[in-house]
């Protein structure tokens, strides 16, 4: 038997800490954006956001779902998306927003 664990394709890029998996039928992030990791990425913890980050893409290195908190009105993206490149995340792209189906 072989045990499979994943690491990025090359060596110099960065490995995601790996996050518990849950089993759900729930979406978790309102906002879904691929992005590239910088070699000094910081913890991906930003107030008022719940994130979960998974190290497959198309075009970057990981996947990154976002959901603002409730109770935080109307969230401020263009703020959002800087706050990400200063931690060492660049986003790909805009924001794409999922749509909650019951």
């Not at 394709?9 to 910088?38: C, F, I, K, N, R």
């Amino acid at each position: 038997m072989t045990i499979y664990t994943s690491r990025p394709a090359a060596a110099h890029l960065p490995h995601p800490q790996q996050q518990e998996v849950q089993l759900t039928s729930e979406l978790y992030g309102s906002h879904v954006v691929e992005v590239v990791v910088s070699g000094q990425a910081g913890p991906l913890q930003l107030d008022g956001w719940r994130l979960r980050l998974w190290p497959q893409a198309r075009l970057g290195d990981a996947t990154l779902e976002l959901q603002a908190e409730a109770g935080r009105g109307t969230p401020d993206l263009p703020a959002l998306l800087c706050d990400l490149q200063r931690l060492g995340y660049t986003p790909l792209g805009p924001l794409r927003s999922r749509i909650s189906r019951p």
